[in-house]
């Protein structure tokens, strides 16, 4: 049925990256040679983050603005900490952890992207194939592991970061989501998210309900959208009970929140 609603949208043509995106990707040169950037670039046929590849030569990223997320991902979040990145897609963020000092960084996608990147842009993605493509070129040392989020326990493992982006509005069961990062962090351990905001008031304990394809077209997986108090909220039904707002912005006419949720130490 949600798939009959949108069948009529077009599929998208693939944007160009944009400069706000370079600028993102050059916190992290990456200082390939030139000719083995652009194989590499076009080794892959989209790309959700924008890589500085070689000086001049990026991935053509779909995703848009990320600048403001660079506030709370410096340093002192990552030196010596274990990190967990779920819905990690092409891994800009755990190779950042990585390379901001991270002793251990385990990158988890249940590739779910290759379904609404065939609905959207026509294009047949084959999973993981962006973040080993980065994995190569930096000679990583991240973890890659196709799995759902919500089986994150089955890692075995505390973590004490775990970056939560474009995912909570993704999952049909959110508070099972964050129980699911709360049970695997360490004492202390914080969650990093960011998400689909809502353009209800702050203060309002309810979360927004999309229709499919309505957020982005052809995508029927972004169910939600969240407002402070909610995720406040949420926060405490886990037993993370330290939460703050980094930031509530409109990015390419979407709200989005930016928000730490901490474990007691
Ligand atoms: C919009 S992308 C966000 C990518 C990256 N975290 C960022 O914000 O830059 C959402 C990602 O979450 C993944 N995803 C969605 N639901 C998931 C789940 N239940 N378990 C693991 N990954 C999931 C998708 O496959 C996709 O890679």
Known sequence: MAAYAIE????????????????VADVQPIGALAAVAERVRDSVPLWFHTFALAPGVYTPGIARDHGYRLSVLGADRFAGRSVLDIGAFDGFYSFLAEARGARRVVAVDNEQYVDWVRARFGVTLTGGAGFRAITGLLASRVEYRRMDALDVRELGERFDVVLCFGILHRVTDPIALLQALADVLAPGGEVVLETYGSRL???????EVHEPGDVYARDDFVYWGFSPETLRRLGQIVGLDEFEVIEELEIDGHPRILALLRAAG
């Open 8 to 23: 009529s949208e077009p599929i998208e043509p693939i944007p160009e990256t944009s400069a706000a995106e370079r600028v």
């Open 201 to 207: 008031a702050a203060d309002a304990p309810a979360i």
